[in-house]
């Protein structure tokens, strides 16, 4: 009787063991801290990150100088807006061979987007498609170049306009008659080349008293060797009143009157002492500002239309692939010390 008992005692204790393992069995054992999960997690986070990681858009310019400085605070604060990364980058020494090197340095960065103010319109387009094979957009502003080195070029101002403006300050100061030089004129920028052709239309439609006169070389040896000159106008002067210094110089303020592209904050002086008769440009804060912007927004696949708002800066046109962003603006002894840049 008692070895039954026993038996069926140590019966029991097995089923109560090959139960309790097959219950182990069937719910497995619970991992309350493993580095393996970690790591997984790590991973998780570290992808979120990379997705997260902001665009890079950089900004090109010709030079270091105030007018382009002006572009990059318009730049930096779309970006602080967007929350988008912005670079601004210029050449050491003027030229279209260390604007080349720039972009190449930004092609080996793997920027998304390449704004550019182009010095050559030709010699940049074989490192602008190079940038465009590897899946960088390319954009222009300011100055542009052939068609097919960017998507779009960002205007400041309608050339047209911009052109026959010019002039028509030019004939003002001038009484509508006499000789004038264009002054910084470039063959081989395009920007400055397409001005100077609707200067001449503007001239030749409406002012047959007037007479554009090609010249080479100094604007001091030139004054010092005609007497004949009565205007001077200045397109590539924006931070360097050259024509106005000349003028002074040779001792014929007020005989030669002066106009052009000049930033109000260096021509300003030159207003009040009467040395320059009118100022025109557009806010390059702002240039700088909608490019970034519609950069962005290139990005997201969108390209810019006609009457389009830009948050902050207000609508632009578009002129086939060229945005038109402004309307030119003219400075004054009146009315230059509203304006800070």
């Known amino acids: 009787m008692?070895?039954?008992?026993?038996?069926?005692?140590?019966?029991?204790?097995?089923?109560?063991?090959?139960?309790?393992?097959?219950?182990?069995?069937?719910?497995?054992?619970?991992?309350?801290?493993?580095?393996?999960?970690q790591h997984r997690q790590d991973a998780i986070d570290l992808k979120g990150e990379l997705h997260e990681e902001r665009p890079t858009i950089a900004m090109v310019a010709k030079s270091a100088s105030p007018y382009f400085s002006y572009a990059e605070e318009g730049a930096r604060e779309a970006a602080r807006q967007a929350g988008i990364e912005v670079t601004f980058d210029s050449p050491r020494m003027p030229g279209a061979e260390q604007q080349i090197e720039v972009v190449e340095q930004l092609i080996r960065k793997d920027v998304d987007v390449i704004a550019i103010s182009a010095i050559d319109p030709e010699k940049l387009i074989p490192v602008l498609v190079k940038a465009q094979n590897q899946g960088i957009r390319v954009i222009t502003w300011d100055s542009d170049t052939m068609l097919k080195g960017r998507e779009f070029f960002i205007n400041q101002v309608e050339t047209e306009v911009l052109g026959r403006h010019l002039m028509d300050n030019m004939a003002q100061a001038m009484g509508e008659k006499g000789k004038f030089v264009v002054l910084g004129e470039s063959r081989t920028d395009t920007y400055a080349s397409e001005l100077l052709k609707w200067i001449q239309t503007q001239c030749d439609e409406n002012y047959p008293h007037m007479?554009?006169?090609?010249?080479?070389?100094?604007?001091?040896?030139?004054?010092?060797?005609?007497?004949?000159?009565?205007?001077?106008?200045?397109?590539?002067?924006?931070?360097?009143?050259t024509a106005a210094k000349a003028v002074k110089e040779a001792g014929q303020s007020g005989k030669v009157k002066v106009t052009g592209l000049y930033a109000p904050s260096m021509i300003r002086n030159y207003l009040h002492d009467g040395l320059v008769q009118k100022a025109t440009l557009w806010s390059p804060k702002k240039l700088g500002y909608v490019t970034v912007m519609l950069a962005n927004d290139l990005l997201s696949g969108r390209y810019p239309t006609d009457g389009q708002d830009v948050p902050g800066a207000g609508s632009i046109r578009m002129l086939g692939n060229t945005v038109i962003m402004d309307e030119p603006i003219d400075f004054t002894r009146e009315n230059v010390d509203q304006y800070d840049f």
């Open 2 to 37: 008692r070895n039954r008992l026993l038996q069926l005692i140590g019966i029991i204790v097995v089923l109560v063991m090959t139960a309790a393992c097959t219950a182990y069995s069937d719910s497995g054992y619970e991992v309350v801290y493993s580095l393996e999960s």
């Open 211 to 241: 007479m554009l006169v090609e010249h080479a070389g100094d604007i001091k040896g030139l004054l010092g060797n005609r007497d004949d000159i009565g205007g001077i106008l200045e397109l590539h002067s924006i931070d360097h009143a």
